[in-house]
């Protein structure tokens, strides 16, 4: 591979999403943008972790004052019947004795282990964001309102929880959204944990308090967006505008935190016939698309852009995992949510995925010679006045969402080749869990790409000297010797078969694994899933599992006895992995996908239907 332009670039980015997947969890990217802000970004750097000590701040003043850059013309929800587009699930046909006895003891497990986390936080972290799951302590890592709750709400609808979901509705009723004494919000986070909770359990149960909160939220994430251009703070100084300061958008912000908006801001307009947060995304979707052809891999964006110049294609960097990721997920899913009435959202799906398919996907060399793919990050460059892209061939948990979002957006635009594809990424995923000593994938490894997409024979000795040149040790003259090396690291390294290097060993509990086994699932029908969502469950649960409730782990390269512990249990633990799970194990009719589409936090909204 020629070597590219403007190597200090590469390792920056390369540097910063080291750092990403060691310090960070579940899209807390907060390190990676700091390392791309310049001075001109917040000055409350910290991430949702931090703990400032600061008073109660409350911006109840700056929300009824009107706002400092008003919209001048404001856009207006499409109008007109939605249009009846393709049938996304599959039709399931008649269910044996032993089948449903079988599926509903894997459901009843499911439900167990929810109960057993719900009941350890409703007892000792109550209205706290998270239960620490190894001493019972609690934490606020998310504006200390009660994250956990409001990300649980509509997986107590879904498992027929009805006296503890209306408990929760009734203590999240007097969450207070415009105080907190976090110094930083996370606008991102906020909008798919909190605004998502509220909305999906509002579509499910029709509590017109959820409603309520969901529109509290929504009005306080309108601030964030008071800014000259009406790009919104993604990393949002709760304090500055509790005093009424002026705001600008940031000119370094992650893909995903910006153009994630699209889901939650468009179902609350639906719903409360108010257009303000429908215009607020489309003024983001719409700059999106405009540039979508114009950056240095036309059809996508870098995972950093500027949106206070609302640049969205100038750095060199490509994925569909991590710090991009949900801005994908969200294109077809809006298609979906109104019903093809906004037709821009299904064309930039499908620019963007002629894209990613040449570019960033690719068959990894494997012992089975199993015909799997993965999603690698594209770096992009110059020589000699010609584009040079360069492939970093890696696996990322994060980016198991992809063979689920490539399968459901083949379906809604009709392309077979999307959905074929979208098997094979969810099948890489179910091969890196399968193929671990644990049973659980890791966060991120690296992987030996093939050299043809057809036929990719397993060379051991070529699987080996790549563990070398990984390790940065380097090759020699001596294949013997280095086959040696290879053997060192691999043993030292825990390395299985296939696996070039583990740079993050951590396993926290994320769902974007069996996201995509159950998509696949409810749109193919194919009669493997079930086991192999069953053997995932199966070791999580017994790995991850405490006296209170489940745990992150630390390595899941470890062989006998349990891993080491994080110490840490994300609302998505219950909002979305068990929620996911629990669904492979239902009627086919729960939570339909031709009726609803799920945000990236896994809360289902109603689908604008004819």
Known sequence: MPPLARRWGAALLIACVTCFMLFTSHRNLELARLNFSSSSSSSADAGPDSDWGSPPVSIRERLQKPPQYPVTKMRQLPTGPPSRL????????????????????????????????????????????????????????????????????????????????????????????ETTSRAEINVFETNIRYLGGFLAAYDLSGDKRLLQKAKEVGEVLYLAFDTPNRMPQTRWNFHDAS?????????????????????????????TDDPKWFDAVQNIMEALQKQQQKTRLP???????????????????????AMADSLYEYLPKTHALVGGLLPMYADMYNAAMDTAIRYNLFRPMVPDQKDILMAGMVLVGSENGKRVTQLRPEGQHLACFTGGMLALGGKLVQNDTHIHKGEQLMDGC?????????????EVFHVLPCDSIDHCPWD???????????????????????LHKANRIINHKRLPQGFVSIPDARYILRPEAIESVFLLYRMTGRRDLPDSAWAMFQAIDSNTRTELANSALLDVTVKGGKPP???????????????????????????????FVFNTEAHPFKRLIP
């Open 460 to 482: 051991e000795e070529k699987w080996k000297l790549a563990v070398v040149e990984e390790a940065g040790w380097g090759l020699s003259e001596n294949k013997e010797n280095d």
């Open 86 to 177: 393709p049938t996304v699930q599959t039709t399931f046909g008649p269910e044996s004795d032993n089948d449903r006895k079988v599926r509903l003891e894997r459901q009843a497990a499911v439900k167990e282990a929810f109960l057993r986390c719900w009941s350890s936080y409703r007892t000792k972290a109550w209205m706290s964001d998270e239960l620490e799951p190894v001493n019972g302590g609690r934490k606020d890592t998310f504006g200390g309102w009660g994250a956990t709750l409001v990300d649980s709400l509509d997986t107590l609808w879904i498992m027929g929880l009805k006296d503890q979901f209306y408990e929760a509705v009734a203590a999240a009723a007097n969450i207070s959204f």
């Open 243 to 271: 005093r009424g300061e002026r705001q600008v958008a940031h000119d370094a912000v992650l893909l995903a935190e910006i153009g994630s908006f699209s889901l939650e801001f468009i179902r609350l307009s639906m719903l």
């Open 299 to 321: 059809g996508m964006w870098p995972v950093v852009v500027d949106a206070r110049r609302m640049d969205f294609g100038r750095h060199n960097h490509y994925t569909l995992g």
């Open 565 to 595: 512990m994080i110490h840490s249990m994300e609302s998505f633990w219950l909002g979305e992995t068990l929620k996911y799970f629990y669904l492979m194990f239902s009627e086919p009719d729960v939570i339909n996908l031709d009726e």
């Open 430 to 442: 179910v091969w890196a869990y399968k193929s671990m000593p644990l049973g659980i994938m890791p």
